[in-house]
Every structure is written in structure tokens, then in C-alpha cells.
């Protein structure tokens, strides 16, 4: 902690350094897994399933085996090991088995020569099936008649979350008030679709993966092989993008499989219609929410009902579902809460990890509910949100009790000064009476770091070289967020060694140990812990040598500019080369090794009560929209955005993760419309998923607060997904005082808010 308090002396953390990949990035040098080539490679595509849930009869692949050029076609029959994959429950077939249960559902898959070959052979299989009713609703999942997708209940999860009594609460209330919020499918669309590249090595089964998580990949792959894990290497090809849409399996097994059969490299690089079609969705949510409150604006209790669509496959949904009802009160000190949450499976597409897992959906929920019982009770919204805000000693609504870093008051406070200085009164003055109506919303939130009552362990390894310079060997996956650059300037910090010095080799489970996902805004806290660990047990050894050759004992020594120096006489010092020369002479090796898991417990099955997450990210968004009331077009003017992200690592970097957020989270809120008909997506490309460009940008303000965590490295928590989630709530809130109406679904198309504001 020592360094913690001395936070203004920092070298290497809080400061803009380049980004590890920043230039390779820039100009087109970075080798994503479709750069990858190997001679006498094959090429690799997926026969897709046509329609939405059907019993598999047959499959007749012999005249796409004879067609010329062809090497290999493989069916569930071929998979030597478990024909079973998923993140939490192993329920999604490799290769079709028994049933279909999705449109894309994969059936086969073909190596050949060439990629047009593949594609034709894969024209050439038949597939002999009988159609099944298909289940579009989470109301039809449910009815006690409906077919099973999966084994004898079509319900994926049901939980309930009991904290006080809300029936004896809202009995005290002066306020109550009670909406039903939807949310729709959403995609990722992370500009790289999925490619994967495997070569046997050595007797090694290789894979290059665009991928969130080498190692759980590693373990699928061998599973589904029947390899043990040490025979299996999965490496992360730097990654376009991911947001969750690439923590499920997808071209991994596949080529590993055809590489296992024909000894052969193989490619597969999915078409942005395929990924579009398997790749998960955003969970749709629908939310009965009743909130009251005192005439003070003091929340006392707070119900909630959610149904989610998990589609075919289980994916991360009974995460999404235990973590939208942690998160289902906001930000807010709410005493009696009770919620019950119910996901089914359909035979939709397969809903997942995205940006958020529930949170943005609930957010949605609880920052109209709040403005509304504002409203009633004519508080501002701003007040209402200090009076009811999490604070260090709040009791969260699993009776957590918040220790430290909960700086959502300053968030607040924060975006109001600013809000105040560049949102202003003129703004609304113009076309007063005209049909464009301008205002202003707030939107709040808290984001747990890391799984929600599970261990998520992240470790590292790493060696300081003859020359001083540090290789760090780590699990975590950066896929463009920067993990690889927040983890080289923490150990630089904590070694006292310049950033320049210091590399990294990630997420290749045939060099560095395990990272876990790179996924609930998790890494920069978790493995940022590990490689400060890692960093320490090697600066112990720095010690031990300094203090002999300094002859002072190793409590007054600090490691600072390369040098081991006495704390209070920083001109008497040893430098690190003279250490490490000192090292070799000794034959000592300077290494460190750690692994991190944050402090939490399991929930209660009953009731949900338990500690879920180590530490938690507070947020305040002020937006400025301007709604067109004849056209429907809502234009985002301006979003002044207010992180407690604890100490910002890389501040640049964070104001990134936050611009990059804004714009996500006005296409969650506005622009971006999924289409399912029957099951079937309707869209499968940018050219009718429309998702907002640097071209839409506002004019966004980014503030950081730095509420250090003390169990976070150099007191940082995380900002990736608390980036987006408070902007749709914010706007949605902006629209109500720009136009007084209340939208309780998103996104706010065109024609959702003509018809709204014009007919209803
Ligand atoms: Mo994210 S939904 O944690 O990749």
C-alpha cells in the first residue's frame, strides 16, 4: 500500500504510455488468425442447419467426398471425444447428434484444397430430417405442453433474490410505481468475424483462435478429441474485437477435428452472415419492475420479475441471469428487495455473453424508475440519485456491505459541474415550439468486477532478464481493449523498471498459464493482481541481493529508476544491472509467479445473499439528445460520462473504453435492430444491422474518478463494460424531459417513437 499513498511518484501507472499493439494496429502489420498461412493448408466450411428444430435422421455425405479436391467431411460420428461444448452447461453439440435446435446449428464440416470446394462439397451433403414444431417465446417455452429442447424442462434457470420484506415495505410508501421495460436481441458486431487456424507440431494439436479465452478453449478442444489438455495449444491470434460475442466455442473444435483426421493445417474464417447467425445475442429481457418510495424520495423497496430467452443453447445465461439481479436495483441503497428471474430456452438464436450480461438490460429498468418516482414526488432526478446512492458502509441488495471505493457520489457530483458548463440553457431555447424538442437525462450504474459468485482465478509468470528487462508470461486475452499494455505498466511500476523494458506474451496456453475470459470487465483488476504478485516475488529477490550489497536491511530499501536505494537517502543506491550481475555470480534466477482469485463467496441458493463480486465500477452519464417528433430521429448531442473506474492504469485508455462505450450504448439504445421472424434472423450484415460509426460520434466528455480500491492493483478496478451501460438508460431518460414520453422498450426506432409520440 506503501505505493499507493505515494501515488503522484508513479512512473509507469496513470501515465498515457504507447500501447503495446498500438502501432502494428495502425499500419496493417498485426497478423490476425486469417494471416496466418502454413503450406499444404486446407481450407475448412460448415454445413449450417436450414431450419429452427428438426430430428436429425441421416446425414449423406458420400458425394461431397468424391468431389475432386476434397480431403475430409466429417458428422457428429466422427468426434473421437465428448460431442459437447458450453461455458457453464455443456449442452451445445459440436456436430448435430440427436436434434436441431437452432437455424445454424452445425451439421457437418469439410476440408479441402480450396475454399470454393469446401463450399461446394458442403452444397453436395443431404441432410434427412423430420421439422418440429418450432418455440419462439419464452411464454410458449414455458406452457406445461410445449416440447423439450433440452432434456425434460424447457426452464434454463429460475432464481428468486429476497433481501428485508417488501410487502411490509411498500405498505409505507408514499410513492409506488410500476412499468414493464423489453429489451431486444443485440449483436456484437466486433469487426473480425471469427477464423481459426490448427497444425499438429510436434505431436502437439495447435490452434490460432480469435478467441476471449485461449485456456477454456484448450480444454474444450481436448475434450471433445479425447486428448489430454498437454497435447493441445490453444493461442490467441491477435483478436478483433470481441464483447463477449467470443467467449463461446465456434471455428476451434472444427479445425482441430479436421487437423486430428488429416494431419493437415486447416483454416476456417467465418463469413459475417455466419457469425452473425451463431455467434450470441444479447439476451432479450422483459422486466416488471414496481419501485417505492418515502415522500422524502428515500427508496424503500424495490420488486422485480424478469423472463429472458436464452434461445437453443445455455451459453453464459445462468450468468446473465444471477448478475442482472444483483444489479436489478442500480446503484442505489434499496432495503427491501425481492426479485425473481426465469430464462428458458427456445429455439431462438443462442443468447450470451454481451457487454454487460444483463446489466445494460436492468439499467433500462431502474433509471426510469427512479426518474419517474422523481417525477411524482417533484425531486430532480440528480437528487433523488444522491439521496438514494451506494456509498462506502451501504448494504447492496445482496447484503454486501460496500468496504471501500464506491465513488458513485462523485461520479454524480462530477457530471453535474460538467454538465452545468457545457450543456446549456440555450441548447433548449432554440425551435421551442417547433418539432424538435431537446433534453437532457441522467443514467447511473455499478458493475461488479469479475464472475458473479464463482472463483475467477488469473495468474502470471515472469523473468527478469541479464539485461533488466522483464518478460511477462500471462493468461489474459487482450482483444484490443489493452490488457497487454496495463499489465506491462504494472509491472514496470512495481519492479521500478521503465515500461519500454518490460514485454508480454499472452494468452497462449502453450507458453503462459491461465488467464480465465477476458470478460466481466475482469482483467485489469484480477490478472493486473496476478502480475503485481508475480512482479513482488520477483522484486523479493531484487531485495535480497540489494541488501546484501547495500549491507542495510532490505525493509529500507525501495526499487526506483532501475536502482535499489535507501528510502530516506535516495543518493545511496546499488543499481539493478549491479544486482542482476551480482544475480549471475550467485546463480540466481530472478523470477516471479502468482495467481489471484478475488474475495468472494457463492450466493445463497435461497435467497441470493452472499458477497459476488471483490469490488464493484460507479458511473454517471449526463446526455443531451434531440428528438425529432415528426421523423422519429433522435440525435445524441452531447454525453458527459463520469467513471469510478479506481485508479486509472492508463487514463487514455480508459477515456477510450469509454467513447468506445458511448457510441454501443447509443446503438442499444437507438439505432441497432435485430430481427427474428420465426426463429430465423433477418439480419446478418452491417448492411441492415446498422450500428452507429465514428461518424455519429457526440460530443462526449469523459471524467475519471479515481476511487482507489485497496485490493486492486495500484488501487484500479475496470471500465470495460461500465462504459456502456448507463448511455440507453440516460437517453431514455433524456427523451421523457425532452418530449414527456415514457419509452419502455428499446431500441428507439424511427418508427417506435413516431408511433409513440404521434398515436398512442
Ligand atoms: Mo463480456 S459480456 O464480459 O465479454
Known sequence: MDILKDKDNLNSVGKNVQKKDGISKVNGSA??????????MLYAKVLRSKVAHAVLNNIYTDKAEKLPGVVCVLTSKDIPGKNRVGIIIKDEPVLVDDKIRRYGDALAVVAAETEETAEKAIELIEVDYTELPVITTVDDALKEDSLKIHGDTNILGHKTLIKGNVDEAFKKCDVIVENTYKTNYYAHMFIEPECGVSKYENGILTVWASTQNPHFDRGEVARVLNLPQSKVRVSQAVTGGGFGGKLDISTQCFVAL???YTKRPVK???????????????HPHTMKY??????????????????????????????????????????????????????????????????????????????????????????????????????VGSYTSTMQKLESSAGLIDTLKKAREKSEEVISDDDFKKDPNGIKKRGVGIGCMWYGIGNTGLPNPASAFLEMHSDCSVTVLAGC????????????????????IDYE?????????????????????????????????????????????????????????????????????????????QIMSECARKGIIVLGCAYFNPNTTSLDPENMQGIPFATYGFATHFIEVEVNTYTGEIKVLKVIAAHDVGKAINKRMVEGQIEGGCLMGMGLGILENLVVENAKMKTLNFSNYLIYTANDIPEIYPIIVESQEKTGPFGAKGVGEPALIPVAPAILNAVYNATGVRFTEIPLTLERVVEKLNYE
Do not use: W
Open 31 to 40: 497478423i490476425f488468425a486469417r494471416d496466418i498461412n502454413f503450406e499444404g
Open 258 to 260: 479436421l487437423t486430428y
Open 268 to 282: 476456417l474464417s467465418y463469413t459475417r452472415e455466419e457469425s452473425m447467425s451463431v455467434s450470441s445475442k444479447r
Open 290 to 391: 414496481k419501485t417505492g418510495a418515502d415522500k422524502n424520495g428515500k427508496i424503500l423497496a424495490m420488486q422485480a420479475e424478469f423472463m429472458q430467452d436464452s434461445g437453443a443453447y445455455a451459453s453464459y445465461g445462468p450468468a446473465v441471469i444471477t448478475r442482472g439481479m444483483v444489479h436489478a436495483t442500480g446503484p442505489y441503497e434499496i432495503p427491501n428487495v425481492s426479485i425473481e428471474a426465469t430464462m428458458t430456452y427456445t429455439n431462438n438464436p443462442m443468447a450470451g455473453a454481451f457487454r454487460g450480461f444483463g446489466v445494460p438490460q436492468v439499467s433500462i429498468a431502474h433509471e426510469q424508475q427512479i426518474d419517474a418516482i422523481a417525477e411524482k414526488l417533484n425531486i430532480s432526478p440528480y437528487e433523488i440519485r444522491l439521496k438514494n446512492a451506494l456509498k
Open 477 to 496: 486475452a487482450d482483444i484490443g481493449q489493452g490488457s497487454n499494455t496495463v499489465m506491462c505498466q504494472i509491472v514496470a511500476e512495481t519492479l521500478g
Open 501 to 577: 523494458n518490460v514485454n508480454i506474451v499472452s494468452a497462449d496456453t502453450g507458453a503462459t498459464p491461465e488467464g480465465g475470459a477476458t470478460s466481466a470487465s475482469r482483467q485489469t483488476y484480477i490478472s493486473g493482481n496476478a502480475c503485481k504478485k508475480a512482479a513482488e516475488m520477483a522484486r523479493e529477490t531484487l531485495f535480497d541481493v540489494a541488501s546484501e550489497l547495500l549491507n542495510v536491511n532490505r525493509d529500507k530499501i525501495i526499487l526506483k529508476d532501475e536502482k535499489a536505494c535507501f528510502k530516506d537517502d535516495q543518493n545511496n543506491y546499488v543499481t539493478l544491472e
